[in-house]
């Protein structure tokens, strides 16, 4: 079985039309795209090629629109697309009736199956066209849509952001911040790793010093399960008189949520805690110190609108050893898509130790438990 577009004609072969060039296209193609996606016959399917008449892919929605472009991936109901007129647009998975795709991505499906190749999707099918053959899946058993699956670096993508606060006058005060995120996703892992950092002076005199680092790895059980093998978080401080905090963990969590624009993650386990100080003079625990704690963390993300994300982060260690060493950090990202490329972002920090070291200087104010951060930023996108 042959599927073709319909320049190339419609004959007594049973044919499938991937993309049109006019909107008299339009109709022809839709139905032939149901006629495959509704054939019965497993083996005609499998035997069937797919022949794509352009290059772009192609997205119905249901208001009966066709749009051209560029298919970035889909997760967790939320498929991105690109195209000349509209930019990168988030369009929720529920409201797309078909997509005709010449690309190759990778379909990754329920009990851990996938298929790579290039595809169609109708109302209730899946349609992949792969080396080993066509293979038809339900469409209620697709988890996500990946880009590549040919090349590594398809899998990644990066973010790079600047900050900086000047003033000048009765308090001359400069403090700049740097963050750096590397996300990697494939068809049942993702990798995630994200590095901050402060610094500040005040009338010459430097008073924010600030490294924070965190990573988080998962594999994907199911649509709600997952296990991260392996998580953590790095702290350096000079302000709080913490010459490098590791706190490496292991464990598993669920979607709690998993809804188009809502996502809802909740993860806990268990870890090792390893803490040393720049100055341990009036440090009577010790130093270093080394610490079991138990992770609680939970993650939301909104999608406000194609253009605006609102995310949210809880982390507290509860250090079980040692009970004052039990810290927090929560975070508050409000991001807006100025291009394809540029974000403004808006971050919120709150970092917590419960018994925070003593400070070097016995006669020094003592040092805070709580420390607060808000940025705002540029940050540039890639991938």
Do not use: C
């Not at 849509?145 to 670096?153: A, D, N």
């Not at 403004?344 to 607060?372: G, V």
């Amino acid at each position: 079985m042959v599927a073709r577009t319909p320049d190339k004609g419609w004959g007594a072969t049973r044919t499938l039309a991937i993309t049109m060039s006019a909107v008299a296209l339009l109709s022809p193609l839709h139905a032939a795209a149901q006629e495959v996606g509704a054939d019965d016959d497993e083996s005609a399917v499998e035997t069937a090629t797919i022949e794509f008449g352009d290059t772009f892919d192609w997205v119905l929605v249901v208001s009966g629109e066709w749009l051209k472009g560029e298919l970035k991936g889909m997760r967790e109901d939320k498929l991105v697309f690109e195209s000349d007129k509209f930019d990168a647009q988030d369009i929720d998975f529920t409201d797309v009736t078909e997509i005709h795709s010449p690309h190759v991505y990778t379909y990754v499906f329920e009990d851990q199956a996938s298929a790579l190749g290039r595809g169609v999707i109708t109302a209730d099918k899946v349609i992949v066209e792969t080396d080993e053959g066509t293979k038809t899946f339900d469409r209620s058993e697709l988890q996500a849509i990946v880009p590549g699956g040919e090349r590594e670096k398809e899998w990644w993508s990066m973010k790079l952001g600047f900050g900086l606060t000047f003033n000048r006058g009765n308090n001359d005060q400069l403090t700049y911040n740097l963050t750096f995120n590397v996300h990697r996703e494939d068809r049942f892992t993702l990798l995630n790793l994200n590095y901050g950092s402060s610094f500040g002076r005040t009338s010459g005199v430097q008073n924010v010093n600030r490294h924070i680092g965190e990573a988080l790895f998962q594999v994907f059980l199911s649509k709600r399960w997952f296990v991260a093998p392996a998580f953590g978080q790095l702290l350096n401080d000079r302000f709080q008189n913490i010459k490098f905090r590791a706190a490496p963990g292991t464990g598993a969590g669920v979607h709690i949520i998993d809804v188009p624009n809502v996502k809802w993650d909740f993860l806990t386990g268990i870890g090792y805690q390893y803490l040393n100080y720049f100055d341990a003079t009036q440090v009577t625990e010790g130093n270093p110190q080394n610490d079991a704690f138990i992770p609680f963390y939970t993650y939301a993300d909104f999608n406000i609108t194609g253009d605006i994300e609102f995310t949210a982060s809880w982390l507290t260690n509860l250090v079980v050893t040692t009970i004052g060493n039990t810290n927090h950090t929560g975070k508050a990202d409000l991001s807006i898509e100025l291009t394809f490329v540029l974000d403004l972002d808006i971050s919120f920090l709150y970092l917590r130790t419960e018994q925070p070291a003593p400070s070097p200087d016995p006669t020094a104010p003592p040092i805070q438990k709580n420390d607060y951060q808000l940025v705002v930023s540029i940050s540039l996108e890639l991938g």
